[in-house]
């Protein structure tokens, strides 16, 4: 019988991350629990021999390419399924704990059949009383998507989100064979908005737990090459946060209030691009200026195929 729990690192060029990662897992959560299924995504460092070095006892899949946040997780998702894990835990490589939250959010799913998903409270690595990712929130009327970042009232042990981050969050395999894993059009970034949309569509309730918590580096896997920046992130990360987050509003958000949306997100979107170009900053203005332009121009039926699902097909 496997363990209940797959807990999913997808590693591209960060093996420290990766492993200062692990080692706060096995420290602080229950080993009985899960297996660690490292998938490399095509890494150039050497980060697979690396860790294998390190921890030869986990599971690691060459992913030889990088395929992005959302394809790069499902190469782990099926595998998870097809090797009969209940749950899945996806979780970025740049976290750490101090708790046992791999226990905490399988005793929660385990108590609420209602829930699909969970999440902890995710705090700043460095700022360990800020939060970074809170109660994700969603107005179909604005578009705004956000997360609440306002500290839980005392004692409040569960809230209703409208979505979940995939910074870390434990799913149900029995509900993802049904709904499809991640849409791996969007590559990167507002994959976990989507697939937490499409659980909430099937029925299902999204948890966010306040008083679980965890820490985020948050953006390692962004960071490039001196020779290639224009800041600290990479100019490519601004097409795919602008692309994404116009295709998941033009299906989630509320048609009448198309007008009212594009109103409100347009003063962002040209204030970053006059930013970037009085900075000097070409790079980044080009990609955000085709994000902008894929956003709205790419046909449904490409960002919208037949989702990807379970499958012992793939690799």
């Given amino acids: 019988m496997p363990k209940a729990v797959a807990l999913l690192l997808l590693n591209w060029n960060t093996p420290t991350y990766t492993a200062n990662c692990i080692r706060s897992l096995t420290t602080h959560c229950d080993p009985s629990l899960f297996d660690i299924i490292i998938a490399d995504n095509g890494s150039t460092d050497g980060s697979l021999e690396i860790l294998n070095a390190q921890f030869p006892d986990l599971i690691f899949l060459d992913n030889k390419e990088n395929l992005g946040f959302a394809e790069g997780n499902n190469r782990a998702l099926n595998y998870s399924i097809t090797n009969g894990y209940a749950y899945s835990l996806v979780i970025n490589n740049d976290t750490e704990v101090d708790e046992d939250i791999v226990t905490a959010l399988h005793q929660h799913l385990s108590a609420h059949p209602e829930a699909a998903a969970a999440q902890p409270a995710i705090y700043w690595m460095h700022k360990r009383n800020s939060l970074w990712n809170g109660n994700g929130r969603f107005n179909p009327l604005s578009g705004k998507v956000w997360s609440n970042i306002a500290p839980a009232k005392k004692g409040v042990q569960v809230i209703k989100a409208d979505w979940l981050t995939g910074c870390c969050m434990l799913i149900r395999n029995s509900v993802l064979i049904n709904t499809g894993l991640f849409n791996k059009q969007f590559f990167l970034y507002y994959e976990d908005v989507e697939l937490s949309f499409r659980l909430g569509a099937a029925g299902y309730q999204l948890h966010y737990l306040p008083e679980t918590k965890m820490y985020h580096e948050a953006g390692a896997s962004s960071q490039v090459a001196s020779s290639e920046k224009e800041g600290t992130l990479s100019p490519v990360i601004h097409y795919y946060v602008c692309r ?35 900075k000097g900053k070409r790079k980044k203005a080009g990609h955000l200026l085709n994000g902008i332009k894929d956003g709205f121009f790419t046909p449904e039926k490409v960002i919208w195929p037949a989702l990807t699902k379970y499958t012992t097909a793939n690799p």
């Fill in 244 to 278: 994404n987050q116009i295709w998941l509003l033009r299906k989630y958000a509320t048609p009448l209030f198309y007008p009212f949306i594009i109103l409100c997100r347009s003063p962002y979107y040209i204030s970053l691009l006059i930013y970037f170009l009085l």
